[in-house]
C-alpha cells in the first residue's frame, strides 16, 4: 500500500511506507466513533480508555467538570497530522490532539471548519494553508492559540526578510511545516499506557512514516517535542531535536528554545539574528523564552 495515491506522489516517499494518507482517506466519517476499526479494537469495548460524543451539548453534561479526564474523544474528526506531508520539510512530532471546551463547538456548529478537517484529514490539495490553524479565518480556535503562538515569529520574519506579507509569511509556514501525532485522538490529559499506544495501528503508522519516509530525507527537519522514546528517535545533527525533560512541557517553538533555533537555522533566518532592528527574539518576532 503507497503512502499517499498516485495522483499525489511525491518522490521523497518510498513506496514501502506504510498507507499513512491511504487509510486516513478511506475513514468513514458519517457518524462516531471516528475511529481506526483496528484502534477501537485495541481500545475496547468497555470504554475505559475513550468516549463517544456526538454534540457540544453531550460534551457540556458528560465531560466539562472533568478536568483531568484522559479518555480519547472519538466523536471528533481524528488527526494524526496536519499540513502536507507530501511536501512539507519540517515535521513537529507530538503525542496526540489536545482536547478544548471549543472542539466540539468548532466541529458541530462551524460546517467550514469541519470542511478544513476533512481535507486535511483526506490530504485533499489546492489549500492556501495546509496547516490550518495558520489559516486567518480559523484564528478563533484553540487549535490556532496554539500553534500560531509557537510558530507566528517564523512569517514575520519571514515577512521581514523576503518582503511579503503577513498572511505570505504564514502562508509559507502553513505549507512547508506539518504536525505529525503518535495517537490523533484527542483528550483533555494524556494517561493512554505505552503498551496500549505500541497496539493501535495509527500509532505504529505514524511511526512507519517518520522511520521509512522522513528520516532518510536529506532536506527535512524533524522536532519531537514530546515521548521521543515513543517515537524510537534519537537527535540527529541537523535534522532530528529530540526534546528531554522540562522542554517537554510547554514543547516551546519560540526562537530560544533549541527548536526555534534548528527552524530559524532551516527558514534561512540565522543571518539576521545580529540585526537590532529584530527585537528580542532576533528574528523579527520580539518573541521571548
Not at 503577513?166 to 509556514?173: D, F, N, T, W
Not at 503518535?182 to 494517561?191: C, M
Not at 530525507?217 to 537527535?235: H, N, P, Y
Request: glycine fraction near 8%; include cysteine.
Amino acid at each position: 500500500m503507497s503512502l499517499i495515491s498516485a495522483s499525489s506522489a511525491n518522490p521523497c516517499f518510498p513506496d514501502s511506507t506504510p498507507g499513512l494518507v491511504t487509510t486516513w482517506r478511506n475513514l468513514l466519517l458519517t457518524q462516531p466513533p471516528f475511529v481506526l476499526p483496528a484502534d477501537l479494537e485495541a481500545l475496547g469495548s468497555h470504554g475505559q480508555h475513550h468516549v463517544v460524543l456526538s454534540s457540544y451539548e453531550e460534551y457540556l453534561a458528560e465531560c466539562l467538570d472533568k478536568p483531568d479526564d484522559q479518555r480519547l474523544h472519538l466523536g471528533l474528526v481524528p488527526q494524526p497530522y496536519f499540513g502536507d506531508v507530501a511536501s512539507a520539510d519540517v515535521f513537529i512530532l507530538m503525542l496526540n490532539p489536545g482536547m478544548h471546551a471549543d472542539a466540539y463547538f468548532s466541529e458541530y456548529s462551524a460546517p467550514g471548519y469541519r470542511v478544513a478537517l476533512i481535507d486535511n484529514l483526506r490530504q485533499n490539495p489546492g489549500r492556501e494553508f495546509p496547516l490550518l490553524f495558520l489559516d486567518p479565518q480559523f484564528a478563533w480556535t484553540s487549535g490556532a492559540t496554539y500553534f500560531r503562538g509557537r510558530l507566528e515569529w517564523i512569517a514575520r520574519a519571514l515577512a521581514r526578510l523576503k518582503g511579503y506579507s503577513y498572511r505570505e509569511g504564514l502562508s509559507e509556514v502553513a505549507r512547508r511545516v506539518s504536525i505529525l501525532q503518535l495517537v490523533p485522538y484527542h483528550s483533555t490529559s494524556f494517561g493512554i499506557p505505552s503498551r496500549l499506544v505500541d497496539r493501535l495501528t495509527s500509532s505504529a503508522m505514524a511511526r512507519a512514516f517518520v522511520h521509512e519516509a522522513l528520516l532518510p530525507r536529506s532536506d527535512a527537519l524533524t522536532i519531537v517535542t514530546r515521548q521521543s522514546t515513543w517515537w524510537g528517535l534519537e537527535e540527529r545533527v541537523d535534522r532530528v531535536v529530540c526534546y528531554s525533560r522540562s522542554e517537554t512541557r510547554a514543547a516551546h517553538l519560540s526562537p530560544g528554545s533549541r527548536g526555534g533555533r534548528a527552524l530559524a537555522k532551516h527558514f534561512g533566518l540565522m543571518q539576521r539574528r545580529r540585526d537590532p532592528t529584530l527585537g528580542a527574539g532576533g528574528d523579527g518576532s520580539g518573541a521571548k523564552e
